[in-house]
């Protein structure tokens, strides 16, 4: 299994960005997806997740802003990001909770994504 994230790039303050991550492979079905981020010298945090059934969560600093959405057909999870403000300037990694059998599953992480907001 492999996840393919895609969708960062350099926005000014108050743009949108939209993350999107496709995982391929053998995959029995998807249990949790999520974003991850990592600023310069900070520690990797959660921004967002989103449960099978579609429960999400959502970072504080995030609320009202972002937004997470998922596919399950296309197994696929987005992050829908506005008004964008310098702070959130980090690498994005995608994650996901996969079956692959019915008693197997695992961790799986996408290979990171720049989002870079400055004027």
């Known amino acids: 299994v492999q996840l393919q994230a895609s969708g960062g790039g350099s926005v000014q303050p108050g743009g949108s960005l939209r993350l999107s991550c496709v995982a391929s492979?053998?995959?029995?079905?998807?249990?949790?997806m999520a974003w991850y981020r990592q600023a310069p010298g900070n520690q990797r945090e959660l921004v967002a997740s989103i449960s099978k059934s579609g429960s999400t969560n959502y970072a504080d600093s995030v609320k009202g802003r972002f937004t997470i959405a998922r596919n399950n057909a296309k197994s696929t999870v987005y992050l829908q990001m506005n008004s964008l403000e310098p702070e959130v300037t980090a690498v994005y990694c995608c994650?996901?909770?996969?079956?692959?059998?019915?008693?197997?599953?695992?961790?799986?992480w996408g290979q990171g994504t720049l989002v870079t907001v400055s004027s």
């Open positions: 492979g053998r995959i029995f079905n998807i249990n949790d």
């Open positions: 994650y996901m909770n996969i079956r692959s059998a019915i008693h197997i599953s695992n961790d799986y």
